[in-house]
């Protein structure tokens, strides 16, 4: 199965927090799961961490790093994930979801049929067969 990290389980995943459950640890450990990590991810982190260094002391390069020493597999961005957030659709009744990069990661997903590994409550709501909750 290929399956691409949100990043609170990217990071989690390569810094051992306990806040990664032991159902998404298994399924990261599983040797016969291939995981991903977007360039978004990486993106998403330097501009945390050079904006507030204290809440996000980790930075890209520290972050490619680990992914490289997990097996981790890099994801670029192509046109057709960027084509893909038009036919992302979330319920109207849905409480509001304004995170673009959340976004960008299950058109990824959902266009390069992986599953997306996510703990955000709110992105069950875009109603995508990828996305995985946990």
């Known amino acids: 199965m290929n399956i691409l990290l949100d990043t609170h389980y990217l990071l989690w995943s390569i810094l051992g927090d306990d806040s990664l459950s032991k159902e998404a640890s298994?399924?990261?450990m599983n040797p016969n799961?291939?995981?991903y990590y977007s360039i978004l991810s990486l993106?998403?982190?330097?501009?945390?961490?050079l904006k507030r260094p204290m809440c996000m002391p980790i930075d890209a390069v520290m972050v490619e790093d680990?992914?490289?020493g997990a097996g981790f597999t890099l994801l670029p961005i192509?046109?057709?994930?960027?084509?893909?957030l038009s036919t992302l659709h979330r319920d109207e009744n849905a409480k509001a979801h304004k995170d673009p990069f959340d976004r960008l990661l299950i058109a990824q997903a959902k266009t390069s049929d992986m599953i997306f590994l996510t703990h955000d409550e709110l992105l069950p709501d875009y109603n995508e067969p990828c996305i995985c909750f946990m």
């Open 26 to 28: 298994d399924m990261i």
């Open 33 to 35: 799961n291939n995981i």
């Open 43 to 49: 993106w998403e982190i330097e501009i945390k961490h």
């Open 66 to 68: 680990s992914c490289a």
């Open 78 to 84: 192509l046109v057709p994930h960027v084509l893909a």
